[in-house]
């Protein structure tokens, strides 16, 4: 299927600061036809995360004439490497959960997406796909600022995975070459809008703020390694919802460390 030239004109540069990450994909095939889904839709920024078979002919074969991204294609061995200079992280997810997450559909995420890319140009933004039969696992999603959900019929809800990639990349092309759904950018805002002070967080630093608080409330006492509960959970949600630049990390690490001793360096830090 050819589509209309007149769609294809420009590429808003927003799109180029969004990154599709695929975790631990099985099938090649799947690989190739996200290539197909980015270079479609004006995107080559293609990420995947411990794939099964990577290179493989029947990547190339599903890619079509989106060989291009497939080449340049980057491949990481977990997530947080995939993420780590991110500033905004969406994970895919059919799942309801017990602690309630931000949330939102396809062309709601979109339009907060690119309202962050097109507020900044230095914002590295992605979007998780998880793996073809069980999708994000809870550590994954807890490391995303919001989740998307595509709907579908309760009858069969299960998307494949190359399809999934192309409706997500149809609606960051529709929001980002059009005025519609602009109204639907909420939560975007504070380190997100061109007027702030500080960019925001990393993934990477947010990582490294998370294991050292852990360290202070166990080694203070407050949090049982054993029998932890929801606390930390409740507590990266907090953050999220908090959405801290750079700079109120930096802060609230030297809290803890006058509070609870320095954490040991470790390569999260870096």
Known sequence: MQLMQSDMQSIPRALTQIRVVLVEPSHPGNIGGAARALKTMGMGRLVVVNPGRFPDPQAQWRAAGAQDVLDATRVCASVAEAIADCHLVVGTSTRSRRIPWPVGSAQ??????????????????????????SGLSNDELQQCHAHL???????????????????????????????????????????????????????????????????????????DPQNPGQTLTRLRRLFTRARPDETEIQILRGVLSQLGGAMPSTSSDR
Not at 113 to 127: C, H, M, N, P
Not at 172 to 197: H, I, M, N, R
Request: aromatic share 8%; with cysteine.
């Open 108 to 133: 709601q995420i979109a339009a907060q997406v690119l309202s962050q890319a097109e507020a900044r140009d230095d914002a590295q933004i992605a979007i998780l796909f998880g793996r073809e039969t």
């Open 149 to 223: 959900q595509i709907p579908a019929s309760p009858e069969y809800p299960s998307l494949n995975l190359a399809m999934a990639v192309q409706v997500v990349c149809y609606e960051l092309y529709k929001c980002a070459t059009t005025d519609t759904g602009s109204e639907a950018a909420t939560f975007v805002q504070g380190p997100e809008s061109g007027d702030w002070d500080r960019p925001a967080a990393t993934a990477q630093q947010l990582e490294a703020f998370y294991a050292h608080l852990e360290h202070v409330l166990v080694d203070g006492g407050f949090l």
